[in-house]
């Protein structure tokens, strides 16, 4: 079977980039990945192979900052709480900061989408905040209601021994709130 000769201008096969990539996240030295792809039939020099590792690693070594930043952040959103429009500001701003002339070659219609966006999932968030109050204001208003409809009840169950009628009236409109009218004076 004949070998074929890859340049290190070459495009190489998609099994050779397997195979090196495989290598690479084994930690095998450049000949044993070299060795390797000769088992199939395919001579890749190991200066080639050395610096698609040196890309290799440089790409891993990209992508766990990247991660490592993604975990900060949502770490650092639960202990501060962020809504989804802080956390959207906070990447963009990361951004930013990391490529300043980003936003220059950017679409301002598609940043003043996102910006949008970002203010919209805010208020949404903002108005589900209010409902959730007003409901929970609803249910105390509820329970206080119930409250003072037990407490009345109980006052109309005592038995006539303990309380005159003036008494059992004067106790509920205490339980409800309201102020009893001052008898005309005689």
Do not use: C
């Not at 990209?62 to 989804?84: C, F, H, P, Y």
């Not at 929970?136 to 169950?157: G, N, P, S």
């Amino acid at each position: 079977m004949p070998r074929a000769i890859h340049k290190s201008t070459d495009q190489l096969p998609p099994e050779a980039l397997r195979i090196m990539a495989a290598g690479f996240a084994a930690k095998l030295t450049v000949r044993a990945i070299a060795f390797r792809l000769a088992e199939i039939g395919l001579q890749v020099p190991e200066r080639t192979i050395a610096r698609r590792g040196e890309e290799w690693r440089a790409e891993q070594a990209r992508r766990q900052a990247a991660r490592e930043q993604v975990a900060d952040l949502v770490a650092a959103m639960k202990a501060e709480n962020w809504e989804s429009a802080e956390m959207l500001r906070a990447l963009a701003t990361d951004s930013l900061m990391r490529d300043p002339e980003a936003y220059t070659a950017a679409d301002p219609v598609k940043l003043q989408s996102q910006n949008l966006y970002a203010e919209e999932l805010r208020i949404k968030r903002e108005a589900l905040e209010l409902k959730k109050q007003r409901h929970e204001l609803d249910v105390q208003k509820f329970r206080a209601m119930q409250d003072r409809e037990r407490r009345a009840a109980a006052a109309l169950e005592k038995p006539e021994s303990e309380l005159t009628p003036e008494q059992r009236l004067r106790e509920i409109q205490e339980i409800y709130g309201i102020k009893p009218k001052k008898e005309a004076n005689g």
